[in-house]
């Protein structure tokens, strides 16, 4: 038997606070996964977790931080899970179709960012994307402050080498 999570938000709440949260949500689970369907997989988790969550947060950025801390969670879960390590796509199984790719050139500095080692990937997106601190990121990557400023200085530099400088002023400067 299931057990069914009781929702303690009312429908309009409910609606605010998808409205509020989805594209976050959408966005870092799809720079965490690079699949758009599990992305929606992992929003959708995301904001059940939310509005079965009994505790209610007094200010936005404690919930904000909650929401992203969750999202990493749940794409860390969904990586490591035995169904995505084994699962392959439709389309390399009929050798058919070509994997859905972003358009060419749609954006460069995403696939740049999405090609970086984990810990710089996630650290530039909470910096640039979220516009987090330094210390609010060292919080929620749960490391010390001197080592994100250590991935945002390598990352950055990943990203400026990938992308030849031509995005470096208009993209990571701080």
């Known amino acids: ?11 309009q709440e409910a609606e605010a606070a998808v409205c509020r949260w989805a594209d ?4 870092l689970g799809y720079t965490w996964t690079g699949s758009i369907q599990d992305a929606q997989d992992v929003c959708q988790t995301v ?6 969550n009994p505790r209610r947060f007094t200010e936005e950025r404690l919930e904000r931080a909650w929401v992203i801390r969750v999202t ?5 879960d969904l990586k490591k899970s035995a169904w995505h390590r084994r699962h392959v796509p439709l389309e390399e199984a009929c050798c058919r179709a070509a994997v859905f790719v ?3 050139g749609e954006s460069p500095v995403l696939q740049a960012v999405q090609s970086l080692p984990v810990k710089y990937r996630q650290a530039i997106y909470l910096r640039y994307y979220e516009e987090y601190t330094v210390e609010e990121i060292a919080g ?3 490391c010390r402050p001197s080592q994100v400023s250590t991935y945002l200085y390598r990352g950055k530099a ?3 080498t990938a ?9 990571l400067s701080e």
Not at 24 to 27: E, F, G, K, M, N
Not at 47 to 52: A, D, E, N, Q
């Open 1 to 11: 038997m299931i057990a069914t999570e009781q929702i303690i938000y009312t429908e």
């Open 24 to 27: 976050t949500v959408l966005r």
């Open 47 to 52: 904001l059940l977790k939310l509005l079965t």
């Open 72 to 76: 990493i969670n749940c794409c860390k």
């Open 102 to 104: 972003p358009p060419e």
């Open 140 to 142: 929620v990557m749960g």
């Open 158 to 160: 990943k990203l400026r």
């Open 163 to 171: 992308l030849g400088g031509s995005y470096e002023r208009a993209c």
